[in-house]
């Protein structure tokens, strides 16, 4: 896809300065760490709030409910770094699912990643012929499911990521694929884990019980680069 030049994509910030995403870090240049897309250089927008508190939370800066502090300014940002593809994680964007969708309108020549929990439906407000958005929802086991299906059938470009421990949670994520019928080529198995050696304590195992039930695998490559380093 042909790159947007820097004037237009500057006029484009004007516009999302007006949706007001409220931001937990500056926005940054990254390599997309997990699933699909792994690699990729994405500007990262990281919103502000989150109700979930995950036990393995790797970004618990991000919990608290956005003040007045977290409106950034991202003109600055604007540089010869610049990217075709935005990355919107959390904290939880389904908080602001309806702010996201201006600025999915507002930017139809950026291609969108979104990295949600999936715990709230988010076809309301996005048209299932919107290509240049790629969903990631990561549900939890006991908590999530219920819209992990609904957003699966209605949205395009949907994957499904559960962060497990153990090889009885695959087989927990076997039963809701087949319960559910979600594709397997659609589902994304991933190690808990907020160090490399965390990591490298669960990927041998983990690896070969995917296999076995017909997943994709994902490891997180920003640990292994990064370790527990933040905003690099
Ligand atoms: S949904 Fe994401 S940001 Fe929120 S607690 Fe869970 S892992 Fe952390």
């Not at 484009?12 to 931001?23: A, D, V």
């Not at 937990?24 to 250089?41: T, W």
């Not at 709030?49 to 991202?74: Q, R, V």
């Not at 010869?80 to 309806?98: A, F, H, R, W």
């Amino acid at each position: 896809m042909k790159q947007p030049s820097l004037k237009k994509l500057t006029q484009k910030w004007e516009i999302f300065k007006m949706i007001k995403l409220p931001l937990a870090e500056q926005p940054h240049f990254v390599f997309q760490g997990e699933g699909r897309y792994a690699g990729q250089k994405m500007l990262l927008l990281r919103v502000q709030g989150c109700t979930l508190n995950c036990p393995w939370c790797d970004s618990k800066h991000t919990w608290k409910m956005p003040e007045e502090k977290h409106w950034i300014d991202i003109d600055e940002y604007l540089n010869d770094k610049v990217s075709n593809k935005i990355m919107i994680t959390g904290g939880q964007p389904s908080l602001y699912i309806e702010q996201i969708a201006d600025l999915v309108d507002a930017y139809p020549e950026i291609d969108f990643y979104i990295e949600d929990d999936g715990s709230y439906d988010w076809s309301d407000n996005f048209n299932p012929i919107d290509k240049n958005v790629y969903f990631t929802f990561s549900p939890k086991i006991d908590n999530g499911l219920q819209f992990a299906q609904r957003n699966y059938n209605y949205l395009k470009n949907v994957d499904l990521k559960f962060v497990v421990t153990s090889a009885a949670a695959i087989q927990e994520v076997a039963h809701f694929a087949e319960t559910f019928g979600i594709d397997k080529d659609n589902i994304w198995i991933m190690p808990q884990g907020e160090t490399r050696a965390e990591l490298f304590s669960l990927i041998d195992f983990l690896c070969d019980k995917t296999l076995v039930y017909g997943f994709n695998f994902t490891i997180r490559n920003h640990i292994f680069i990064y370790n527990k380093k933040r905003y690099v």
